[in-house]
């Protein structure tokens, strides 16, 4: 089972080149992106990909998606779904990703709603917690891999506020899968 296009993705990124963090095959926006993932192992999201769709999403560049062997403004778009809230400062990874972001470029990020996936029994993370783990070391766990937040799409704006992100559009109920919602930065 593969999930449709995003039409606001599809808008507004296709005749440009970008790169997508942690791409996956079921879930393929269809356009000029290399992929970028924290290895090019057969994880077992890889794993879960290829159950759901019979392949996986190759891997460009192996890289953490909040450290990116990119240079400064080389491209025109970062985008990702269903991968900020596996960062654990999702502040320093946008950061990174708007330094290898041209300007007048995008930021495309699709997140899990709360009220829509497995974390509707979770508590929202909210915008004080999210700046107090700013340059802190994520914890030590069993799954670091795991959801580190949980947010509906207010709570996510709010976070775009605080830090004075350039919001170019959102959509409470993401146009790709449906169980998120979509935030657009504008660089």
């Not at 926006?29 to 090019?40: G, Q």
């Not at 077992?44 to 999403?57: L, R, W």
Request: charged residues 20%.
């Amino acid at each position: 089972m593969k999930f449709k296009t995003s039409k606001l993705a599809t808008s507004l990124l296709s005749n440009l080149s970008g790169i997508e963090i942690g791409g996956s095959a079921h879930n393929a926006f269809n356009l000029n992106t290399k992929n970028v993932d924290y290895t090019d192992e057969v994880t077992i999201f890889k794993q879960k990909e290829a159950e759901v769709c019979g392949e996986y999403m190759k891997v460009d560049i192996v890289a953490n998606g909040n450290d990116l062997p990119l240079a400064d403004n080389s491209q025109d778009f970062v985008i990702s779904s269903h991968v900020i809230e596996h960062f654990w400062d999702p502040i320093s990874a946008i950061l990174e990703w708007y330094r290898v972001t041209k300007p007048e470029g995008y930021i495309y990020i699709i997140a899990p709603h709360k009220e829509r996936t497995f974390d509707k029994n979770r508590s929202i993370t909210y915008v004080d917690e999210i700046l107090a783990r700013v340059g802190t070391e994520m914890p030590d766990c069993n799954n670091p891999h795991g959801h580190w937040s949980v947010w509906n799409t207010e709570a996510f704006v709010d976070i775009c506020v605080a830090m004075n992100w350039n919001i170019f559009a959102t959509q409470d109920v993401d146009d790709k899968v449906g169980n998120g919602f979509t935030v657009v930065l504008k660089v």
